[in-house]
């Protein structure tokens, strides 16, 4: 059964502690994509990564960080420099051209 | 700059009538694009594409219009179901230019009347 997995659905943060979400894909798609989502707006980019070991930053990249060691695997780390991490975030991948398939969402909180 | 609007943020109809959900863009160089649907703390699911070099695509009670001309393209159910109440959202690309990245309207919460 192929699809991408998020977690945790809920995440609790305090002020000033970096914290990991995860992604994982076995669809065998070779793009992966983090996106933000905030009441009343469309998806903004952070990073995005066609090929293992390689990523760019997207619309909205600061305070955040990725690494893409494995195909199947793009975990996001939302940093202590983020001023405003509280969101919705959702992971996509896709093969080289066009439809993402997009997990559940995982939603951060700063406490 | 918003490079894809759509100005409607909310849209009520009458179950079994027809549902219209309107998408423009000011950029002309954008060769794909996409229709998502998207349940409250849920993922996009991805409903219906169209190229630029098309001006239809129907799938079902899905249809996409799309006019070049006016940059504009729009989503048509016929007829409405009350599982299509959710946000829609339009995205654009601009293909291998751009590593295929999307970019995405703010959405429109369309509900569906019994």
């Known amino acids: 059964d192929g699809g991408i997995t998020q977690s945790p659905k809920y995440l609790f943060r305090k002020e000033g502690q970096n914290v990991t979400l995860s992604c994982e894909q076995n669809?065998?798609?070779?793009?992966m994509y983090w996106y933000r989502q905030d009441p009343g707006q469309g998806l903004r980019l952070i990073y995005y990564?066609?090929?293992?070991?390689?990523?760019q930053k997207g619309d909205i990249a600061e305070g955040y960080s990725v690494s893409r060691e494995k195909k199947e695997s793009f975990p996001l780390t939302v940093t202590s420099a983020q001023k405003n991490p509280t969101a919705f975030y959702l992971c996509?991948?896709?093969?080289?051209?066009?439809?993402?398939?997009f997990g559940p969402g995982t939603r951060l909180t700063v406490l | 700059d918003q490079q894809v609007k759509q100005n409607s943020p909310s849209l009520s109809v009458q179950e079994g009538r027809i549902s219209i959900l309107n998408c423009d863009y000011t950029?002309?160089?954008?060769?794909?694009f996409l229709w998502y649907k998207k349940y409250p703390a849920e993922g996009p699911t991805f409903l219906i594409s169209i190229s630029s070099i098309k001006d239809k695509n129907e799938d079902g009670r899905f249809t996409v219009f799309l006019n070049k001309s006016a940059k504009h393209l729009s989503l048509h159910i016929v007829p409405s179901q009350p599982g299509d109440s959710a946000v829609y959202f339009c995205?654009?690309?601009?293909?291998?230019?751009?590593?295929?990245?999307?970019?995405w309207g703010a959405g429109t919460k369309l509900i569906i009347k019994p």
């Open positions: 950029n002309s160089m954008f060769d794909y």
């Open positions: 995205a654009a690309s601009l293909g291998m230019d751009s590593n295929y990245q999307l970019i």
């Open positions: 996509a991948s896709s093969l080289a051209y066009n439809e993402q398939f």
């Open positions: 669809l065998n798609h070779d793009a």
């Open positions: 990564s066609q090929i293992v070991n390689d990523f």
